[in-house]
């Protein structure tokens, strides 16, 4: 794992950007207290708003995600959305949406090829 001053935690990287990986019980609000930042931020970050829940073992991202991608592409395997996407490859939601010029909500095909860079 990598060195993250801020907190006990295991903290791991995925394209450039730091997460952890929730535990159980946890909740945005005790990630963020636990990496010493807001839980407003914390959820913006994962592109989540509202009480969502987290499963044990859920990535969360404790920084923006990257701008671009590893991969130039990503191939859509089942029924992922772009939020799903986007946390599996660690690329800004809103720039996944800008580089396929679709909306965030838009329903994705098996086959399916998401830009990750302009």
């Known amino acids: 794992s990598e060195k993250y001053p801020f907190t006990d935690r295991p903290v791991y990287i995925n394209n450039r ?3 952890v990986l929730a535990q159980r019980g946890d909740t945005y ?3 963020a207290k636990d ?4 839980e407003k931020r914390i959820k913006k ?3 989540v708003t509202g009480n969502t829940r987290l499963k044990t073992g859920q990535v969360v ?3 923006r995600k990257s701008k671009t991608g ?3 592409y990503y191939t859509v395997k089942n029924m992922e959305t772009l939020q799903y996407i986007s946390q599996a490859t660690a690329v800004d939601l809103q720039r996944i949406c800008q580089y396929n ?3 965030a ?3 994705l095909k098996k086959g399916d090829i998401i830009k990750l860079k302009r």
Not at 35 to 38: G, I
């Open 17 to 19: 950007t730091l997460f």
């Open 29 to 31: 609000a005790t990630i």
């Open 35 to 38: 990496v010493q930042d807001k």
């Open 45 to 47: 970050y994962n592109n």
């Open 61 to 63: 991202y404790i920084e």
């Open 70 to 72: 590893e991969n130039d």
């Open 101 to 103: 010029h679709i909306d």
């Open 105 to 107: 909500k838009k329903t």
